[in-house]
């Protein structure tokens, strides 16, 4: 895995946030070295410029270090991706004053010169994100998307049609291409959340638009729920909670319980707490952390059960290093004799990663696909 970022004259050493894990994925890709490479190739001026959806602070730390004081607007929805922008300024000697945080529900300012965005994995998320720009940007702002070549095509550029304004692709380079998009200036009008219900369990849930299981429960949250633990439990985390589906059932179940909401997504954590007052949970049972994992969870939360549905990429990559860092996180925070109880794809092998830091793991359930495991510290 290569830590040297090098487009012209602007070199970088950037880490994935944490910067120790189990995987050798890099933290930037080539459609970020594209987005840079056209900024120089213009002669782009630091104008007040909106950089969204930035993995880990590559396109950020570029700037900064084109210029220390270009004014940057940041949006992102993943605590990870403004943990390791943060750490990735710091470890280049790079300031963080010109650097100002936004969620992907927050708004941006109407002052913006130019936009530059990474195209996410969820288009629905991407379109919600283009129909926000359109509420800020004045016409003839610039976006700049940085792409993989083969994720653009023509149903994508209607989708900047339709939504901020025309725009076209440039030719490719290291099978990347950065689409050029001119704002109309006409503000779009936002979808109306919807909701599903889940009858057997008596709740009602809905989805922010990059939250996981977008209109209805996975298969893989469904068996867990069909399979959940019997305990006197008083201290709960739902690790990566989605809309929160597990925790929401575990304050039916147990309703004196503690329940705490962790999610690597913004939208993820707000859609929990949505979720919790919708179903007309205990006001002072739920709380709701946005975090990687259990990194800041309060010393004082000693949970009895922690209950995970783990993902299995981050972004566009295909790992299970988060997994494995959820389940270490698991056992340094559980209480001894506390429950760690995960469901997974059967093809995944949790069972051996919990074998091994538990030293003990029992199959509590499981069909043709997917699996619901237990460990106990
Ligand atoms: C497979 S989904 C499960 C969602 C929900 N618990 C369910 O069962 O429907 C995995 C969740 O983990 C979250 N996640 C990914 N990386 C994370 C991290 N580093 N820390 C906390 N949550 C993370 C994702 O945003 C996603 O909501």
Same mark, same amino acid.
């Given at each position: 895995?290569?830590?040297?970022?090098?487009?012209?004259?602007?070199?970088?050493?950037?880490?994935?946030?944490?910067?120790? #894990?189990?995987? !050798?994925?890099?933290?930037?890709?080539?459609?970020?070295?594209?987005?840079?490479?056209?900024?120089?190739?213009?002669?782009? +001026?630091?104008?007040?410029?909106?950089?969204?959806?930035?993995?880990?602070?590559?396109?950020?730390? &570029?700037?900064?270090?084109?210029?220390?004081?270009? $004014?940057?607007?940041?949006?992102? /929805?993943?605590?990870?991706?403004?943990?390791?922008?943060?750490?990735?300024?710091?470890?280049?000697?790079?300031?963080?004053? !010109?650097?100002?945080?936004?969620?992907?529900?927050?708004?941006? $300012?109407?002052?913006?010169?130019?936009?530059?965005?990474?195209?996410?994995?969820?288009?629905?998320?991407?379109?919600?994100?283009?129909?926000?720009?359109?509420?800020?940007?004045?016409?003839?702002?610039?976006?700049?998307?940085?792409?993989?070549?083969? *994720?653009?095509? *023509? &149903?994508?550029?209607?989708?900047?049609?339709?939504?901020?304004?025309?725009?076209?692709? *440039?030719? &490719?380079?290291?099978?990347?291409?950065?689409?050029?998009?001119?704002?109309?200036?006409?503000?779009?009008?936002?979808?109306?959340?919807?909701?599903? $219900?889940?009858?057997?369990?008596?709740?009602?849930?809905?989805?922010?638009?990059?939250?996981?299981?977008?209109?209805?429960?996975?298969?893989?949250?469904?068996?867990?729920?069909?399979?959940?633990?019997?305990? +006197?439990?008083?201290?709960?985390?739902?690790?990566?909670?989605? !809309?929160?589906?597990?925790?929401?059932?575990?304050?039916?179940?147990?309703?004196?319980?503690?329940?705490?909401?962790?999610? /690597? *997504?913004?939208?993820?954590?707000?859609? &929990?707490?949505? !979720?919790?007052?919708?179903?007309?949970?205990?006001? +002072?049972?739920?709380?709701?952390?946005?975090? +990687?994992?259990?990194?800041?969870?309060?010393?004082?939360?000693?949970?009895?059960?922690?209950?995970?549905?783990?993902?299995?990429?981050?972004?566009?990559?295909?790992?299970?290093?988060?997994?494995?860092?959820?389940?270490?996180?698991?056992?340094?925070?559980?209480?001894?004799?506390?429950?760690?109880?995960?469901?997974?794809?059967?093809?995944?092998?949790?069972?051996?990663?919990?074998?091994?830091?538990?030293?003990?793991?029992?199959?509590?359930?499981?069909?043709?696909?997917?699996?619901?495991? #237990?460990?106990?510290?």
């Amino acid at each position: 895995m290569t830590t040297q970022f090098s487009v012209a004259d602007v070199e970088l050493e950037l880490f994935r946030y944490p910067k120790a #894990q189990e995987s !050798n994925l890099q933290a930037w890709d080539a459609a970020d070295e594209h987005l840079i490479k056209t900024l120089l190739e213009i002669g782009q +001026d630091a104008v007040p410029t909106a950089i969204i959806n930035d993995s880990f602070g590559a396109l950020s730390c &570029a700037l900064s270090k084109l210029n220390p004081n270009w $004014p940057l607007f940041i949006e992102t /929805d993943a605590r990870t991706s403004y943990l390791g922008s943060i750490q990735n300024h710091e470890h280049n000697h790079l300031p963080t004053d !010109n650097l100002n945080w936004f969620t992907s529900r927050d708004n941006l $300012p109407k002052d913006l010169g130019l936009v530059l965005m990474k195209l996410p994995k969820n288009l629905t998320y991407f379109a919600h994100q283009l129909m926000r720009l359109s509420h800020v940007l004045p016409a003839g702002t610039r976006i700049l998307i940085g792409a993989k070549a083969k *994720s653009i095509n *023509s &149903a994508l550029l209607d989708l900047f049609a339709k939504h901020l304004g025309p725009a076209t692709a *440039s030719l &490719a380079w290291k099978k990347t291409r950065v689409i050029n998009c001119i704002s109309d200036g006409k503000s779009r009008e936002l979808p109306k959340e919807v909701s599903w $219900p889940i009858p057997e369990y008596q709740l009602q849930i809905s989805n922010l638009s990059n939250v996981f299981a977008a209109n209805k429960l996975d298969i893989g949250a469904r068996i867990m729920l069909d399979n959940l633990p019997k305990g +006197d439990f008083n201290t709960i985390v739902d690790l990566g909670c989605g !809309n929160g589906v597990l925790g929401l059932r575990m304050a039916q179940l147990y309703p004196n319980a503690n329940i705490h909401f962790i999610d /690597d *997504s913004e939208m993820a954590v707000a859609s &929990a707490k949505a !979720n919790w007052l919708r179903n007309g949970l205990a006001s +002072d049972k739920g709380h709701f952390h946005w975090d +990687d994992c259990m990194t800041h969870l309060p010393d004082d939360v000693e949970p009895d059960l922690v209950l995970c549905n783990p993902p299995f990429h981050q972004g566009e990559a295909i790992t299970d290093h988060i997994a494995w860092q959820m389940f270490l996180d698991a056992r340094r925070r559980l209480k001894k004799g506390g429950i760690l109880h995960i469901v997974g794809n059967r093809h995944l092998a949790y069972h051996v990663k919990l074998q091994r830091l538990f030293k003990n793991c029992t199959t509590v359930a499981s069909n043709g696909k997917f699996v619901v495991l #237990q460990a106990q510290k």
